[in-house]
């Protein structure tokens, strides 16, 4: 296993390699999304500013003693979260969820946050990243980045032997990442849990159990391998993102902060940024049950699925098996998240605000989930760009790819939604023979024009 000297600068290397990539200076950023000067003026100020005493920052809970973990991809800088478990006499673990804390920084109703308001979240889109902040500052004092003491909103939950939640203390703190890792890295310290550093093993073990407890409350699981288009070069190329266990974990923790602390602001009778989910409306649990599991059966799923939305009042969110919910952990790169921060600070007589009424706060969440719509079709239509550059680019080494039929789109029409296997990705297709949900198929690129926006596929069994 690599020494924690080792691993840094491995992520320090992949991150500047990436950087190069994914990262461009503000004058190169596409014109409508540059920050006005008054904000970079500001973020100037901030980043110059940090390292002095800021309001609020001796009533801190020191938590820098905990070995913390952060796991991102290497290429990400803006880095919001970090984990910690803390075990006691008694034998009783806190998972601890650190979440990084803007609000050190930022002032409600400042240039900076009118205009992370107006962005909504940050873009990551295949080429570069339109960060909600300025870059300078989001990966920079705001983000949980090692070497250094750095602010956190720190979340301490209690599991009871079932991973229902028993316990929950949430508190402005100090922390110090221990471990910068990579999902790789991370999987590795899972698997080989050395004694002298198993704390990572027992997060996800924990984690992993509290993963299955969402599942019998009727969570939708899905485990697969995805690809996104990145451009190297300002060629794309295709990433393959493969499940593991630090990837689930992390994501399960990320949920058990959101749930932990929805569950707190209903107790509190205080308005957040709840984001709910009707469950599956489609499909009996018997239909459901009939269908291959897996791809196929996830398909059918999220077919049925109600759209997700935010509201002032916790609902059941029935896609992630929770009763309660809201999205807590990125708020240097969601503006929700750092909505929902605002109104635990606020309520708490933390920052001098009054937190936002239900009247009040609803209009607001209107806009954002507009606004979230209208981001995740951009993110939506960069990809698809991609994919029919990649695609155009390969024509003369196209060979049929194997899939599997997942369902119907216009069974009139023949048209299918069809998962591709060696790409990991999920597209139209049209079917030449009669098939059905999970039949084993052969893809063949029909047609491909970038400049048209025109892609046919066509499936065959196989």
Same mark, same amino acid.
């Given at each position: 296993?690599?020494?924690?000297?080792?691993?840094?600068?491995?992520?320090?290397?992949?991150?500047?390699?990436?950087?190069?990539?994914?990262?461009?200076?503000? &004058?190169?950023?596409?014109?409508?999304?540059?920050?006005?000067?008054?904000c970079?003026?500001?973020?100037?100020? /901030?980043?110059?500013?940090?390292?002095?005493?800021?309001?609020?920052?001796?009533?801190?809970?020191?938590?820098?003693?905990?070995?913390?973990?952060?796991?991102?991809?290497?290429?990400?800088?803006?880095?919001?979260?970090?984990?910690?478990?803390?075990?006691?006499?008694?034998?009783?673990?806190?998972?601890?969820?650190?979440?990084?804390?803007?609000?050190?920084?930022?002032?409600?109703?400042?240039?900076?946050?009118?205009?992370?308001?107006?962005?909504?979240?940050?873009?990551?889109l295949?080429?570069? /990243?339109? @960060?909600?902040?300025?870059?300078?500052?989001?990966?920079?004092?705001?983000?949980?980045?090692?070497? &250094?003491?750095?602010?956190?909103?720190?979340?301490?939950?209690?599991?009871?032997?079932?991973?229902c939640?028993?316990?929950?203390?949430?508190?402005?703190?100090?922390?110090?990442?221990?471990?910068?890792?990579?999902?790789?890295?991370?999987?590795?310290?899972?698997?080989?849990? @050395?004694?002298?550093?198993?704390?990572?093993?027992?997060?996800?073990?924990?984690?992993?159990?509290?993963?299955?407890?969402?599942?019998?409350?009727?969570?939708?699981?899905?485990?697969?391998?995805?690809?996104?288009?990145?451009?190297?070069?300002?060629?794309?190329?295709?990433?393959?993102?493969?499940?593991?266990?630090?990837?689930?974990?992390?994501?399960?923790?990320?949920?058990?902060?959101?749930?932990?602390?929805?569950n707190?602001?209903?107790?509190?009778?205080?308005?957040? @940024?709840?984001?709910?989910?009707?469950?599956?409306?489609?499909?009996?649990?018997?239909? /459901?049950i009939?269908?291959?599991?897996?791809?196929?059966?996830?398909?059918?799923?999220?077919?049925?699925?109600?759209?997700?939305?935010?509201?002032?009042?916790?609902?059941?969110?029935?896609a992630?098996?929770?009763?309660?919910?809201?999205?807590?952990?990125?708020p240097?790169?969601?503006?929700?998240?750092?909505?929902?921060?605002?109104?635990?600070?606020?309520?708490?007589?933390?920052?001098?605000?009054? @937190?936002?009424?239900?009247?009040?706060?609803?209009?607001?969440?209107?806009?954002?989930?507009?606004?979230?719509?209208?981001?995740?079709?951009?993110?939506?239509?960069?990809?698809?760009?991609?994919?029919?550059?990649w695609?155009?680019?390969?024509k003369?080494?196209?060979?049929?790819?194997?899939?599997?039929?997942?369902?119907?789109?216009?069974?009139d029409?023949?048209?299918?939604?069809?998962?591709?296997?060696?790409?990991?990705?999920?597209?139209?297709?049209?079917?030449?023979?009669?098939?059905?949900?999970?039949?084993?198929?052969?893809?063949?690129?029909?047609?491909?024009?970038?400049?048209?926006?025109?892609?046919?596929?066509?499936?065959?069994?196989?």
């Amino acid at each position: 296993m690599r020494s924690q000297p080792e691993l840094q600068q491995l992520r320090q290397a992949r991150r500047r390699q990436q950087l190069a990539i994914q990262i461009k200076p503000e &004058s190169e950023v596409f014109e409508a999304e540059q920050f006005p000067a008054e904000c970079l003026a500001e973020a100037d100020r /901030l980043v110059l500013s940090a390292s002095e005493s800021q309001p609020g920052d001796s009533a801190r809970i020191d938590l820098s003693h905990l070995r913390s973990f952060s796991i991102d991809d290497p290429c990400t800088v803006e880095i919001d979260d970090a984990i910690s478990i803390e075990h006691s006499a008694d034998g009783i673990h806190k998972i601890w969820i650190h979440v990084a804390d803007p609000h050190r920084l930022i002032q409600p109703g400042g240039c900076l946050d009118l205009e992370a308001q107006r962005r909504a979240s940050s873009i990551y889109l295949s080429h570069r /990243l339109v @960060p909600m902040f300025p870059i300078g500052l989001g990966s920079g004092p705001l983000s949980l980045s090692p070497g &250094s003491k750095k602010a956190a909103i720190s979340v301490a939950i209690c599991l009871d032997q079932n991973s229902c939640i028993v316990g929950i203390d949430i508190v402005r703190s100090w922390v110090q990442i221990t471990y910068a890792l990579s999902y790789s890295d991370a999987d590795e310290l899972i698997e080989l849990a @050395p004694p002298q550093d198993a704390d990572l093993a027992e997060i996800n073990a924990l984690l992993l159990n509290r993963r299955l407890w969402r599942q019998a409350q009727g969570a939708l699981l899905m485990d697969q391998a995805e690809g996104r288009f990145i451009r190297m070069d300002g060629r794309p190329q295709l990433e393959i993102t493969e499940p593991g266990f630090s990837r689930a974990m992390v994501a399960e923790a990320m949920l058990l902060a959101g749930a932990a602390v929805a569950n707190w602001a209903k107790e509190h009778q205080l308005a957040m @940024p709840f984001r709910c989910q009707a469950g599956n409306q489609s499909l009996a649990p018997d239909q /459901l049950i009939e269908l291959p599991a897996g791809a196929v059966r996830w398909a059918h799923q999220r077919l049925g699925l109600g759209r997700s939305r935010l509201q002032s009042e916790a609902a059941a969110h029935q896609a992630l098996g929770l009763s309660a919910y809201l999205q807590w952990t990125s708020p240097i790169r969601r503006y929700n998240d750092l909505l929902a921060h605002r109104q635990w600070l606020t309520h708490q007589n933390l920052i001098e605000a009054e @937190p936002l009424a239900k009247e009040l706060i609803n209009p607001l969440l209107d806009k954002l989930e507009q606004q979230s719509r209208e981001v995740g079709q951009i993110s939506k239509e960069d990809q698809r760009c991609c994919l029919l550059e990649w695609l155009e680019s390969l024509k003369p080494k196209l060979v049929a790819q194997d899939g599997v039929m997942l369902r119907w789109l216009r069974e009139d029409q023949n048209l299918a939604l069809v998962r591709i296997e060696p790409w990991a990705l999920e597209l139209p297709a049209r079917l030449r023979d009669p098939a059905g949900p999970g039949d084993l198929l052969k893809i063949n690129v029909q047609e491909v024009d970038p400049a048209r926006d025109l892609l046919h596929l066509k499936a065959t069994i196989g």
